[in-house]
């Protein structure tokens, strides 16, 4: 089963009147078919869209494998790790070429610009899940386009694409809608150039400092929009500081580390922690956090696919927050691989999983596949703490 999880698929679909490969995986979403934001979009291309193409949540990569076909430079973003591996390969599948970056587009500017301005001429945006990621990613295409440039957005009816047409109108310039279809619109934003508008100014790249009381003491932490529970602790998390033991000496393992609070918690004990995460606004935002609680000595932040990363390193301890949503929906392959990459990194007889999950969902029959004993260390109306022990 860990290794069903790596593995990687090709796919086929006509788009836009075009074959087009890709390539997939579990741990992204829509990965083994074509979302209807991304059809729109690719349809929404005109067959010159322009010298440069920023596609800011580029998923799989087909928006912008169709552009650099049509004769476009390419910049394929992602803040989530595997859609950039799935950007790159979908590439290599179609013969093209492209830059592909882990972040957010808040990149260079265009070679051979004089100004530190970059000049895209098309920003394609599938948007994501929380109002204030949109407002940010919405910056970013504002100050990434030329004046005049076009930025195209698209996501589902449910998922609030009306009120984010509302923020582009505010951010990027003039925004309508261009096309409805399977429940989701497209909707085209062009830079304005008028003073006053909101895309004469720089994204920031700083995230905001929260405070919280854990464990009798005041912690404080970096949260960034993108990164989960943006702005405050939340309740699980909060449980799972407060429940798990690290014993001094202890190599400490914080898995899908978000903002960082509960690696920099249990580097106050350990020996040394590492944290490890897919998204890249969470590998900021914890960098930040270390900073922040001077607990940057003897911890290291990696960019990871659950796991795999360290995969040849072993621990005395994995403490994490499981991911269980993909966009709108709720999917369970990435929380169940977090508990499949713990038990193979943790070290033999003794090694420990802490796990805070929503009561609702169901760790333990794979977590007795796996370790010697489950047990649970708290439980309340909505969240349970449980620790696995190693074989």
């Keep these: 089963m860990t290794e069903e999880y790596y593995t990687w698929r090709e796919f086929e679909a006509t788009v836009a009147d075009e074959r087009i490969l890709w390539a997939g995986k579990p741990g992204l979403e829509s990965w083994d078919a074509l979302d209807p934001a991304t059809r729109l979009l690719a349809e929404g291309m005109s067959a010159r869209p322009g010298p440069r193409v920023l596609d800011l949540r580029c998923g799989t990569g087909i928006c912008g494998a169709l552009a650099a076909r049509r004769g476009a430079l390419v910049t394929l973003c992602d803040d989530n790790l595997v859609a950039v591996e799935a950007a790159r390969r979908t590439l290599a599948l179609n013969g093209l070429t492209g830059q592909v970056i882990h972040g957010d587009g808040a990149i260079q500017p265009c070679k051979g610009s004089e100004s530190s301005e970059v000049c895209f001429d098309l920003v394609l945006l599938d948007t994501p899940r929380g109002r204030e990621w949109v407002r940010h990613l919405l910056g970013v295409a504002a100050h990434a386009l030329r004046p005049g440039g076009k930025l195209l957005l698209a996501g589902p009816n449910r998922g609030g694409i009306k009120g984010f047409m509302e923020d582009a109108r505010e951010i990027v310039g003039p925004c309508e809608v261009a096309r409805i279809k399977a429940g989701h619109r497209l909707a085209v934003a062009e830079k304005s150039g008028q003073p006053g508008v909101a895309n004469h100014r720089s994204p920031s790249r700083d995230g ?158 794979t977590m007795r596949d796996l370790f010697a004993k489950v047990l649970t260390l708290y439980e309340d109306r909505r969240f349970q703490v449980l620790e696995a022990v190693r074989r």
């Design 208 to 365: 905001q400092v929260c405070e919280a009381t854990v464990r009798g003491r005041t912690i404080r932490f970096i949260t960034r929009p993108g990164v989960f529970s943006h702005g405050e602790l939340d309740a699980g998390t909060r449980a799972l500081i407060e429940t798990m033991v690290i014993r001094p000496g202890e190599v400490v393992l914080d898995l899908g580390c978000g903002c960082g609070i509960i690696g920099a918690v249990a580097a106050q004990a350990a020996r040394q922690a590492i944290l490890v995460d897919c998204s890249a606004a969470a590998l900021e935002a914890s960098r930040a956090t270390l900073e922040l609680n001077k607990a940057t000595a003897h911890t290291q932040v990696i960019a990871s696919d659950c796991a795999s990363a360290v995969r040849d390193m072993r621990f005395d301890v994995v403490v994490t927050n499981p991911p269980f949503h993909q966009g709108l929906g709720v999917e369970f392959h990435v929380a169940q691989q977090f508990v499949r990459d713990a038990a193979e990194v943790l070290l033999e007889g003794g090694g420990r999983l802490i796990l805070v999950a929503n009561r609702f969902i169901r760790y333990e029959r």
